[in-house]
């Protein structure tokens, strides 16, 4: 699977900002895909993830009630909602995919991975 993000920018804090994944290739419904983040000098970690067949969502817990992830099968299209961005939330925001989904918020557990698109929030 090809994951490209897209809408990373600057914002101001409070602001809002929508990232997209577009996907290419084979997704059968026990994939789930998902958005993680690495800010500079600190390790990619898990953000959201959505399972392809019955849309369940997974959130890590700093975004619970912030961000919202969401998909269109029919596009093969992943979107990361983000509200009331904080300065805390700049990183470069990748989108991955696991075809057998266990549940895993770690990064190796994934095996797809887009090249990333950088959010930055002003203060």
């Known amino acids: 699977v090809i994951l490209v993000e897209s809408g990373g920018g600057l914002v101001q804090a409070g602001g809002s900002l929508r990232l997209s994944c577009e996907a290419s290739?084979?997704?059968?419904?026990?994939?789930?895909l998902g958005w993680f983040r690495q800010a500079p000098g600190k390790e990619r970690t898990f953000v959201a993830a959505?399972?392809?067949?019955?849309?369940?969502?997974y959130y890590a817990d700093p975004v619970k009630g912030q961000f919202t992830i969401s998909k269109d099968n029919a596009k093969k299209m992943v979107y990361l909602q983000m509200n009331s961005l904080k300065p805390e939330d700049t990183a470069v925001y990748y989108c991955?995919?696991?075809?057998?989904?266990?549940?895993?918020?770690?990064?190796?557990?994934?095996?797809?991975w887009g090249q990333g698109t950088q959010v930055t929030v002003s203060s």
């Open positions: 959505i399972t392809w067949r019955a849309g369940t969502t």
């Open positions: 290739g084979i997704i059968s419904g026990s994939y789930a």
């Open positions: 991955a995919a696991e075809p057998l989904y266990g549940g895993s918020y770690w990064p190796a557990d994934w095996d797809d």
